[in-house]
């Protein structure tokens, strides 16, 4: 094989190439972003993003109006507790509308 012949031009293209495909796949079995033909990255994407993202929207809301009914409860029997001219009887009441 001579050194300027095209079958040298050839096999370092090739070998360019073949290294180039081997590093792009590394890259995106690792999940590295991957650049694109004009030199911009591309991330990998999950399928099933946006419907965690709704899981967790819904998550999300209903775990904050259970703190707002855990909060009003809270507020509730604080009143009770700071008062300090109740009588027993509606203690007793006031408890059981808690219920």
């Known amino acids: 094989m001579s050194w300027g012949g095209p079958t040298f031009v050839i096999a370092i293209i090739a070998l360019s190439i073949g290294g180039w495909m081997f590093t792009t ?50 507020a509730v029997l604080e009143r009770i507790a700071t008062e300090t001219n109740g009588q027993a009887a509606q203690l007793a009441d006031q408890i059981d509308r808690l219920r």
Do not use: C, F, M
């Open 25 to 74: 796949w590394i890259r995106a079995k690792h999940g590295y972003p991957i650049e694109n033909e004009w030199g911009g990255t591309v991330h990998r994407t999950d399928p099933d993003a946006d419907r965690k993202i709704k899981l967790l929207a819904d998550d999300n809301a209903k775990l904050a109006s259970q703190i707002g009914r855990l909060e009003e409860r809270i």
